[in-house]
T-cell receptor, first 114, second 110 residues
C-alpha cells in the first residue's frame, strides 16, 4: 500500500520569496516520487521525478525536490517565486514493481502575491 | 504527436443518462488509466489498463466501465449517471514510470 500526505492545502508567498511545498509518503517498497503542476483549467504537467540515483532532482521552471528516505519526504522548493508559479501542485508516489499504480496527494494551491 | 487527447471537453448530463468519455493516445503506450479530480481530494484512480484486452479496477471504480480493444483507445463509460459523478476526468498514458495526462473532461450531472 502507498499513500501521500501534502501538508497545507494552500501556501501563500510573496513574489521573490522561497517556495516550499511539503510532501510525505508511505510505501512498502522503494518509491518512485513525482511532482505535477496544474494551472487553472488545464491538465497535469510533470515538474520532476525521482526514481533512483541522485536524491536531489531538478525540474522545469527552476523547481527542485530532495528525496529523504529517513524522513519519507519529497519536498518541493524554488528559491524565488514568480507570479506565474501560482497553480496547484500534486505530489504522487508509485513504485518500480511491475505496473504499479500512481497515488496522488490532495494537492497544495500555491498563491503568489506581488 | 498529439499525446493524450480527450473528448468532449465539457458535458452536462441528467441523472440516469449514459455517456462515454473518449481517450486516445498516439505514443504506443501499453498502460493507460482514468482518474477523477474533485476539490480537496486530489486525483483518484478509477480504472486502468496494462494493454489491449486487460483492464483492472482502481480506487473508485463503482459506476464506471472500461474496455481496451486497441492500444490507442481507452473509453470510460457511465451507464447511469449520478450527481456524485460530477467531476473532472483525466485520462493518462504511461511510458516506463511517467504518466502523461490529457486535458480533461468536465462532467456535470444534474
Amino acid at each position: 500500500a502507498q499513500s501521500v500526505t501534502q501538508l497545507g492545502s494552500h501556501v501563500s508567498v510573496s513574489e521573490g520569496a522561497l517556495v516550499l511545498l511539503r510532501c510525505n509518503y508511505s510505501s512498502s517498497v522503494p518509491p518512485y516520487l513525482f511532482w505535477y503542476v496544474q494551472y487553472p483549467n488545464q491538465g497535469l504537467q510533470l515538474l520532476l521525478k525521482y526514481t533512483t540515483g541522485a536524491t536531489l532532482v531538478k525540474g522545469i521552471n527552476g523547481f527542485e525536490a530532495e528525496f529523504k528516505k529517513s524522513e519519507t519526504s519529497f519536498h518541493l522548493t524554488k528559491p524565488s517565486a514568480h507570479m506565474s508559479d501560482a497553480a496547484e501542485y500534486f505530489c504522487a508516489v508509485s513504485s518500480n514493481s511491475g505496473y504499479s499504480t500512481l497515488t496522488f496527494g490532495k494537492g497544495t494551491m500555491l498563491l503568489v502575491s506581488p | 504527436n498529439a499525446g493524450v487527447t480527450q473528448t468532449p471537453k465539457f458535458q452536462v448530463l441528467k441523472t440516469g443518462q449514459s455517456m462515454t468519455l473518449q481517450c486516445a493516445q498516439d505514443m504506443n503506450h501499453e498502460y493507460m488509466s482514468w482518474y477523477r479530480q474533485d476539490p480537496g481530494m486530489g486525483l483518484r484512480l478509477i480504472h486502468y489498463s496494462v494493454g489491449a484486452g486487460i483492464t483492472d479496477q482502481g480506487e473508485v471504480p463503482n459506476g464506471y466501465n472500461v474496455s481496451r480493444s486497441t492500444t490507442e483507445d481507452f473509453p470510460l463509460r457511465l451507464l447511469s449517471a449520478a450527481p456524485s459523478q460530477t467531476s473532472v476526468y483525466f485520462c493518462a498514458s504511461r511510458r516506463q514510470e511517467t504518466q502523461y495526462f490529457g486535458p480533461g473532461t468536465r462532467l456535470l450531472v444534474l
